[in-house]
């Protein structure tokens, strides 16, 4: 029987894999039941039908669950957990096949983008997959990121696991950073590793407290909140607003913010 720890554990990692909490949920509650049907797995974990099945459908789409039958019965299957190995080899190859041919789509999609405006351009995206689409383009920085955020706050509510990983391949890519932020445990956690990170911190003082960030890298600036547990990102590209937030206001708060010791 799984702990409520080693649950939530479960249900970080198989975001990863792209499963909300619900899927991660049945994919569990099937793994322990067996084979079973939409309605079983329904009254066991005490939801509605219409949604299990809903989410179901995504789990055999993405490979975690097949069905199967029985008689005339309809039954659902969860895969054994070493399917998770083959995911990520998938995941590998369709990586592959991506950085092979990256250079030449950018090209191609450079060719046809728009001349520049002085109008800047809004992109507006929502939940975990959105905050996750907004530190994917940052990858795309040209020079330093510069953030301030509650780190505990948004760590919670993508995944640090997910969030360590980002840090590990913007490291790769020779990405410096610069982060303000108030004290926290994740910040602590990131602390200790700010140089393997390339990352310059700065702190705020404890009594501090908001539900929002701004991440800036090349022309854009990335406003982030998170109220009432609804994570919104939005996405100004525009040179001069990105140049008076790296250039002008960034610094001032830098200088006022506290140094690590």
């Not at 799984?2 to 949920?25: K, M």
């Not at 940052?138 to 510069?146: D, H, M, P």
């Not at 001069?240 to 140094?259: C, E, K, L, N, T």
Request: glycine fraction near 4%; hydrophobic fraction near 40%; charged fraction near 30%.
């Amino acid at each position: 029987m799984l702990s409520t720890s080693q649950r939530a554990e479960i249900i970080s990692i198989l975001r990863l894999f792209e499963c909300n909490q619900r899927e991660a949920n049945i994919y569990v509650k099937a793994l322990e039941m067996g084979p079973s049907t939409v309605q079983e797995l329904a009254s066991a974990l005490r939801q509605n039908r219409i949604t299990v099945h809903s989410a179901v459908r995504q789990l055999i789409e993405k490979g975690f669950v097949f069905e199967s039958r029985r008689g005339k019965r309809r039954l659902l299957v969860a895969e054994e957990p070493v399917v998770l190995h083959t995911l990520v080899q998938r995941r590998e190859t369709d990586l592959h096949v991506i950085k092979n041919n990256i250079g030449e789509l950018v090209r191609l999609l450079s060719s046809v983008r728009r001349s520049e405006s002085t109008v800047p351009a809004i992109r507006f995206y929502e939940g975990r997959d959105g905050f996750k689409r907004m530190l994917e383009e940052t990858l795309e920085a040209r020079g330093e990121i510069f953030v301030i955020t509650y780190v505990d706050l948004f760590a919670s509510a993508i995944s640090p696991a997910y969030l360590e990983e980002y840090f590990r391949r913007r490291t790769k890519l020779n990405i410096h950073t610069k982060l303000i932020y108030p004290p926290s445990k994740f910040g602590e956690r990131v602390k200790s590793r700010a140089k393997e990170y390339k990352i310059e911190m700065r702190t705020l003082p404890s009594e501090f407290r908001w539900r929002a960030g701004v991440f800036s890298w090349n022309d854009c600036v990335g406003i982030q909140s998170l109220t009432e547990n609804r994570l919104t990102c939005t996405i100004i590209e525009n040179r001069d607003i990105a140049q008076f937030w790296r250039d002008v206001a960034f610094p001032i708060i830098w200088r006022s913010a506290g140094p690590l010791h």
